[in-house]
């Protein structure tokens, strides 16, 4: 069966679209060939800094044929419904269509069309322009003569205005061959905008930059390999990395090595050529995430660390795209040159982030609003940014405003967690001033991680430096959670706060849209939660930290404990926030408690758990997600046990059955009468409820969720004797009603656990 290779090559795409732009062109040229009709075996994409290619085998060499038919009106229907028959189906005369006779309907026009199939060629050349034209790039641009509108001073009499072709980087050739294995095989032609689909491409653009005539995909590899192509990605990438590693060892050295960066600079080469610059040693003394960043950011180079050792080396990996004939020294000294230059501005940062700012006397306010010691370069830059009156959203104030609404969370959440609250306090306090320093301006991604950096330097505790890092975390289903009792309190409370804030302003995730990241918020919330086993009633949280913007504080409208901590949230003299009244049962902190369960669903399956078991234990008021958990992880445990699925079976027939009563206005007694029961099977089972019931419920009380299932389980051989045994729909109206409730007490004593309804089995 014949072959496809298909070559888009143009000048450098970037590094970050290549993937899925190899991957783009290899699902729309096949979704179209199998539409189309053709089939076949395999296909596989690659792509480089030049091209994008695809390999096609065993392609069909022709479509089917087709048979179509159409069905018409009845023989005796009027002529305008008949001629709109044949309009339909491409037909001048009723003599060419067929009459089928039908016993019910009579006698009715029907047209048979065939239509031939077509060669693979013209389908390939009839598709392909259409998916060139409207390739998915994110960024596309307009090139060449052809790009100019018309009548364009330099537009030429070429300019085709705005349907000229658009690429994300100037498209240069096409190749497109196609034929068996091992015979002869045919360009497929086709033009768009001027160029023409050809069996020529080039290799290296400074090594090979010649012409070359490809025949097959096979030759084509080849080819290319020998003009100093590599054009398999993941090989470029083993290349890359196993060069580097080899460098750094020769060297006395290992590298330090990133993934995202590897896959980045596999897309800047098309001949990887690995070699090994330095720096000076002084630079040694800024932070080593900060030499990371720039090496990494600016010249896309790989840190080295001394074997076996903690911190830096002087000396980093950079991979070229060339063979240089001086052995690379002129590429390594460039690079030094410019990592140099990169390094000492970060140094510069990082001096001029521990010295004092120049407006002190102006940050005084800020200082006192929230207990600063302007001495300090860090309580600088936190009153610097409460004082510029920096804006977190326009509607949820500014970054000050919302470091007073984490503080007042984190001040009730630090005793649930068992963490020092003056520990919490001054953590949170700082969590954001390293937004001010020059560090994290340039480099946004080391923000907390710098703050952590500043506060040892400046004397902070342990935990409060480690906190002002770790309130970000967890920022991903793989980020580690923070273990620290004060940075678990300023992680929650950081979370919460956004989640609160944005659902209040009614910000919510829509389908795809997440901007403001709020799943990985709440997604991180649960980690926390379940993670570090936090027990925690969010509903009482969200509700008295749900803020508003102007007024005077208030507070959220709730009972018992959850009144007395939204009291002491409002009472607090240091909050000038203000918060709404909130009644716990409301849309917004109902929906918020909604979306944490969808979140804990997902975390929860991604762990292993059955839809089925979390739904039994879930319920919507449900706001302690670590106890969800636990019961959906004793419930799991429980109905894999032989008693668990006989208990399962008999709890769902006696809740079916009632259901069924139920819902025939069948009476049902209100309790369990022992003198209306008149069998042995009908007493044992009530006596065993009895007892399993009451020592189930104090297992629950004492979370001991694995008791409770086992005191359920005692429950297995009354009911199977009981349904054995008993006739429930007795004739005796008062027994009947009696013994249904006895099948209601089966469901409420195994409803102190989970719904054992939602299991399925």
């Known amino acids: 069966m014949p072959d496809l290779l298909l070559e888009l090559r143009s000048e450098e795409i970037p590094a970050r679209m290549q993937r899925k732009a190899a991957g783009d062109l290899k699902k729309l040229v096949t979704d179209a ?239 990887p050529h690995v070699l090994m610059g330095e720096f000076e040693q002084e630079y040694l003394e800024i932070p080593p995430e900060i030499i990371r960043l720039t090496i990494k950011t600016n010249q896309k180079c790989f840190v080295t660390r001394p074997q076996g050792g903690e911190g830096l080396s002087n000396r980093f990996i950079l991979v070229s795209n060339i063979e240089a004939k001086d052995g690379g020294r002129e590429i390594i000294h460039g690079n030094g040159k410019v990592v140099r230059a990169r390094l000492s501005d970060a140094k510069h940062f990082w001096t001029r982030d521990q010295g004092d700012l120049p407006d002190l006397q102006d940050l005084k306010p800020s200082a006192e609003k929230f207990g600063l010691d302007l001495k300090k370069p860090l309580d600088q830059r936190m009153a610097k940014l409460d004082a510029l009156n920096v804006t977190f959203h326009a509607k949820l104030g500014t970054q000050g405003e919302r470091v007073s609404r984490i503080r007042a969370l984190a001040k009730e959440l630090a005793p649930v967690i068992g963490a020092d609250a003056a520990l919490v306090d001054r953590a949170v306090v700082l969590a954001k ?32 430096a480690a906190a002002i890092e770790d309130h970000y975390k967890p920022q991903g289903p793989s980020d580690r959670v923070p273990d620290d009792k004060v940075a678990i309190a300023a992680a929650l409370a950081e979370k919460l706060d956004t989640l609160v804030g944005f659902w209040a302003i009614d910000e919510k995730p829509t ?26 009633n969010l509903l009482p949280v969200l509700s008295a930290a749900m803020p508003r913007a102007g007024g005077a504080p208030v507070v959220a409208s709730m009972s018992g404990e959850g009144s007395e901590r ?54 919507p008021e449900a706001d302690d997600l670590l106890m969800v958990a636990r019961r959906a992880e004793a419930l799991t445990a429980f109905i894999t046990s032989e008693d668990g699925k006989n208990l399962l079976a008999g709890t769902k027939r006696a809740t079916q059955l009632l259901a069924a009563e139920e819902k025939k206005g069948t009476v049902v007694a209100d309790g369990v009468s022992d003198a209306l029961l008149r069998l042995d099977a009908e007493k044992a089972l009530w006596s065993a409820i009895s007892a399993a019931s009451s020592e189930a419920s104090q297992a629950v009380e004492r979370e001991d969720f694995r008791s409770a299932m086992q005191a359920l389980s005692k429950l297995r051989a009354p009911v199977d004797r009981f349904f054995e045994d008993v006739l429930v729909n007795d004739e005796d109206t008062a027994i009947r009603a009696n013994r249904l409730a006895l099948l209601k007490a089966i469901r409420e004593a195994t409803g102190t656990v989970a719904d054992f309804s939602r299991i399925a089995g």
């Open 566 to 619: 939204a009291q002491a949230l409002a009472d607090n003299s240091y909050i000038n926030e203000t918060f709404p009244v909130v009644d716990p049962s409301s849309d917004v902190a109902a929906d918020l408690l909604s979306f944490f369960h969808d979140r804990l669903k997902v975390y929860l399956r991604d762990q292993g758990a059955r839809h089925d078991i979390i739904d039994a234990v879930l319920t």
């Open 433 to 464: 001033a390293d937004l001010r320093t020059e560090a994290v301006g340039e480099f946004p991604e080391l923000q907390g991680l710098m703050g952590r950096r500043y506060a040892a330097l400046q004397g902070e505790h342990a935990s409060v």
């Open 33 to 271: 060939l199998v539409e189309a009709g053709l089939t076949y075996e395999g296909a596989r994409d690659y792509w480089t800094p030049r091209r994008l290619a695809l390999d096609i085998r065993g392609l069909t060499a022709r479509s089917a044929d087709q048979r179509e038919e159409i069905k018409g009106p009845s023989t005796k229907a009027p002529e305008q419904a008949v001629q709109g028959f044949l309009r339909k189906a491409g037909l001048s005369s009723v003599s060419e269509a067929q009459v089928v006779s039908d016993p019910k309907k009579g006698d009715f026009y029907v047209a048979v069309l065939s239509k031939p199939g077509r060669a693979a060629e013209e389908i390939i050349a009839d598709v392909m322009p259409g998916i060139i034209r409207n390739f998915p790039w994110p960024k596309s641009m307009r090139w060449g003569a052809a790009s100019m509108p018309k009548g364009a001073r330099f537009a030429g009499t070429e300019g085709k205005g705005s349907e000229s072709l658009r690429w994300v980087r100037p498209l240069q050739s096409i190749v497109c061959v196609f034929g068996p294995e091992h015979d002869e095989t045919q360009v497929i032609p086709f033009e768009i905008d001027g160029l023409v689909a050809g069996n020529v491409t080039y290799g290296h653009r400074f090594h090979a930059p010649d012409a070359i005539t490809v025949r097959r995909f096979d030759d084509y590899v080849r080819s290319l390999e020998k003009a100093k192509v590599m054009l398999d990605a993941e090989r470029r990438k083993d290349v890359i990395l196993h060069d580097a590693r080899d460098v750094a060892f020769a060297n006395g050295l290992e590298l330090v090595e990133d993934e995202g960066l590897l896959e980045e600079v596999s897309g800047l080469v098309e001949w």
């Open 511 to 536: 389908g795809s849209k997440d901007p403001y990241a709020l799943r990985r918020a709440a997604l991180g919330v649960v980690r926390i939660l379940l993670e570090r086993n936090v027990r925690l």
